[in-house]
């Protein structure tokens, strides 16, 4: 091992203070440009750490860090518990307005509706209003705003009305689309369409 090689090895230990230079590796050092370069380079990086702040301490570091996670895990289960709070209200507010209805009174049993076929049939008499105006509105019923309809004039919307009066078929259109079809074949399409 050459002086150059031993004197690298031991630069360390020197630079921080556990070991001194002999006598002979003082010379040499002082002689050898190579050696001097890394010696200046080794001792440069000794000082590097000197401008750091001082390690923190374990345990006060723990201590924040355990402080800091309790207090999340609180805010946490606090925002689970609102939402879950907010879940049930909301939950509440729907079961109520389904349970009361629309006009505040509790539903009860509905008696089941007269087959199409069991109904009477409205008659009509000249100079009678529409039969929608007879009609009371059905407790719970929806209105429907159409604002489209705010600006028509009352005979736009007379002739709307009539329109939506007049029946679906006429004897026309039956015998266009039945043909020769009799009133028990009809029937028999009329029920199976009713199910």
């Known amino acids: 091992m050459t002086t150059c090689t031993a004197l690298s090895d031991r630069m360390p230990d020197v630079a921080l203070g556990r070991s001194r230079w002999t006598e002979d590796e003082a010379r040499h050092l002082a002689a050898c440009a190579d050696c001097r370069a890394e010696w200046a380079l080794v001792t440069a990086a000794t000082r590097l750490g000197d401008s750091l702040p001082a390690a923190p301490d374990p345990a006060v570091t723990s201590a924040r860090v355990l402080e800091r996670l309790a207090v999340e895990r609180k805010r946490a289960r606090d925002r689970s518990r609102l939402w879950i709070a907010a879940g049930l209200a909301a939950a509440a507010v729907v079961a109520l307005a389904v349970w009361t209805g629309r006009d505040g009174t509790v539903p009860g049993p ?3 509706p007269l087959p199409v076929a069991n109904r009477p049939a409205p008659v009509a008499q000249p100079g009678d209003t529409p039969a ?5 509105p059905a407790a719970g019923a929806a209105e429907l705003p159409l604002p489209e309809l705010d600006s028509l004039p009352a005979e736009a919307l007379d ?8 029946p679906l078929a006429r004897g026309d259109a ?5 043909g020769d079809a009799g009133d028990q074949e009809l029937e028999q399409v009329l029920g199976g369409l009713e199910g």
């Open 110 to 112: 509905r008696p089941a």
């Open 132 to 136: 929608v105006a007879l009609l009371p």
């Open 159 to 166: 002739s709307m009305l009539k329109v939506l009066d007049e």
């Open 174 to 178: 039956d015998d266009a689309t039945l």
